[in-house]
């Protein structure tokens, strides 16, 4: 999985630069992201099974903050850190992707959202990059 992920500390928030050669491998940095926010280094507990993850919204950036909300969702409902991911297909207004956990055996950082501000997704010659901010 070709990409990378940096973060800048914010008070109470944390705004994670991604950057990526095409637009699924964006999003799967997006979601390694989160779960090293999550969980960075911490033991992994019992894998999961896969899930399906299909996601709709009304543009592309949108699209970022209803993933990473969602996988925040998941994590807190079945109490798992998604580690493992895989966007098998995006488009402009929708996703498909799978995904799968690890036992969320403790949390580094919790993260309530994503959220708009500093929200961006751009074209580069490299790829593509994003910019979102989350609330912790």
Do not use: C
Request: proline share 3%.
């Amino acid at each position: 999985m070709a990409g990378s992920h940096t973060f800048e500390d914010h008070t109470g928030e944390v705004l994670v630069r991604l950057a990526a050669p095409a637009l699924p491998a964006l999003f799967d940095q997006a979601a390694l992201a989160l779960a090293e926010l999550l969980g960075g280094d911490l033991p992994r507990g019992a894998r999961g099974e896969s899930e399906r993850v299909e996601l709709h919204a009304s543009d592309l950036e949108a699209l970022l903050v209803e993933w990473l909300d969602e996988l925040i969702y998941r994590g807190e409902r079945a109490r798992r850190i998604y580690r493992d991911v895989h966007v098998n297909r995006i488009e402009r207004e929708s996703l498909v992707a799978t995904v799968r956990g690890d036992e969320a055996v403790a949390l580094r950082t919790a993260v309530k959202a994503a959220t708009w501000h500093r929200l961006r997704i751009a074209s580069t010659p490299e790829g593509v990059e994003a910019t979102v901010v989350l609330d912790v």
